[in-house]
């Protein structure tokens, strides 16, 4: 009887400061589009007394932005660090929250 292989899934979080709602959107659907990846974004989470009198639109209405791929294909990973690095290199730095447990 052969045994069914599991694939391991890895997921951890990932957020560039200041970046708007509509970049974080574009960068969650960029990586949908590698085969095997799911993301979804984190709201930010601010006290009432922190909420600016005014709207700002330097300050993201975004936490961070998780990512989930399956981690048994290391072309996977590559592809996901390219599209990060072009965001990167438009945007700023990425920071990883919750690193992946490679």
């Not at 400061?17 to 990586?31: D, F, G, I, N």
């Not at 981690?71 to 990425?94: E, F, H, M, T, V």
Request: some cysteine; hydrophobic content about 30%; glycine content about 4%.
């Amino acid at each position: 009887m052969k045994s069914v292989e599991q694939k391991q899934r890895l997921r951890y979080q990932v957020c560039c400061r200041k970046l708007p709602l509509t970049v974080y959107r574009e960068v969650a659907a960029h990586l949908r589009q590698v085969e095997g990846v799911n993301t979804g974004l984190i709201p930010t989470r601010i006290s009432p007394d922190e909420i600016p009198p005014e709207f700002d639109y330097t300050q993201s209405q975004v936490g961070s932005l998780w990512i989930e791929y399956d981690d048994s294909d290391p072309a996977i990973r590559q592809q996901i660090d390219q599209i990060l690095a072009y965001y990167n290199d438009r945007y700023g730095a990425w920071e990883t929250i919750d690193p992946p447990q490679d």
